[in-house]
C-alpha cells in the first residue's frame, strides 16, 4: 500500500515564528511532491512543487526533499495568522498517480 | 481566465435520487479528478481520466459513475447506489497525470435530506 504520512496535528505556532510541516512516503518510486493549503470549507490551492533534492524557495515558504530518507518538508518563514488552514502533502507513485496525505491542521497564535 | 469550474457549489440529493455534478476545465489538461473529502478527512480518489473516452476507478468509486466525452469536460453522478453520499466533492485537473500539479475547482458540497 502506496502511503504518503503526515501528522493531523493541530499544531500550533506563536506569529512571526518558523512553522515546519512534515511528511513521510512509502514509494521509493515517487517523483515529484505537492504542497497544498486548504483553508476550511475551501478547494486545496497549490502552494509548492519540488522534484529534486534539496531546498526549493519561494517567498516565506521553502520546501525541502530528502529522496534518500523519503521526506519532504515545508517551512513557513514569519508565519501569520492568515497562513492557518490545514496542509495537504502528496507524492506522485512510480505509476505517476498522486497519492495523498491527510492532511495537518497549522494554528497561527497571535 | 483559465481554470476548473464546478457547478453547483451546493447540491441537496433526496434520498433514492440520482444527481450530477459538473466539473469543466480551460487550461487544455489531459488527465482530470474526481475527489470526495469528509469533515476533518483527507481526499480519496473516485474516478480519474487520463484522456478522452477513458476512465480509471479510484479507491471509493461504488455508488458513482462518470464521463469523459470532450477533454474540457468530465462529470460525476452519484447514483441512488452510493447510501453515504454527504461530502465536499471536488474535480482536478493536471497537464499529464500526476507527475505534475493538480488544481482545483472551488468544490461543490451535496447533502441529503
Known amino acids: 500500500q502506496k502511503e504518503v504520512e503526515q501528522n493531523s496535528g493541530p499544531l500550533s505556532v506563536p506569529e512571526g515564528a518558523i512553522a515546519s510541516l512534515n511528511c513521510t512516503y512509502s514509494?521509493?518510486?515517487?517523483?515529484?511532491f505537492f504542497w497544498y493549503r486548504q483553508y476550511s470549507g475551501k478547494s486545496p490551492e497549490l502552494i509548492m512543487s519540488?522534484?529534486s533534492n534539496g531546498d526549493k524557495e519561494d517567498g516565506r515558504f521553502t520546501a525541502q526533499l530528502n529522496k534518500a530518507s523519503q521526506y519532504v518538508s515545508l517551512l513557513i518563514r514569519d508565519s501569520q495568522p492568515s497562513d492557518s488552514a490545514t496542509y495537504l502533502c502528496?507524492?506522485?507513485?512510480?505509476?505517476?498517480?498522486?497519492?495523498w496525505g491527510a492532511g495537518t491542521k497549522l494554528i497561527i497564535k497571535p | 481566465d483559465g481554470g476548473i469550474t464546478q457547478s453547483p457549489k451546493y447540491l441537496f440529493r433526496k434520498e433514492g435520487q440520482n444527481v450530477t455534478l459538473s466539473c469543466e476545465q480551460n487550461?487544455?489538461?489531459?488527465?482530470m479528478y474526481w475527489y470526495r473529502q469528509d469533515p476533518g478527512q483527507g481526499l480519496r480518489l473516485i474516478y480519474y481520466?487520463?484522456?478522452?473516452?477513458?476512465?480509471q476507478k479510484g479507491d471509493i468509486a461504488e455508488g458513482y459513475s462518470v464521463s469523459r466525452e470532450k477533454k474540457e469536460s468530465f462529470p460525476l453522478t452519484v447514483t441512488s447506489a452510493q447510501k453515504n453520499p454527504t461530502a465536499f466533492y471536488l474535480c482536478?485537473?493536471?497537464?499529464?497525470?500526476?507527475?505534475?500539479?493538480?488544481?482545483f475547482g472551488q468544490g461543490t458540497r451535496l447533502t441529503v435530506v
Open positions: 482536478a485537473s493536471s497537464i499529464l497525470g500526476g507527475y505534475t500539479e493538480a488544481f
Open positions: 487550461l487544455n489538461h489531459d488527465a
Open positions: 481520466s487520463q484522456i478522452v473516452n477513458d476512465f
Open positions: 514509494d521509493r518510486g515517487s517523483q515529484s
Open positions: 519540488i522534484y
Open positions: 502528496a507524492g506522485t507513485d512510480s505509476n505517476y498517480q498522486l497519492i
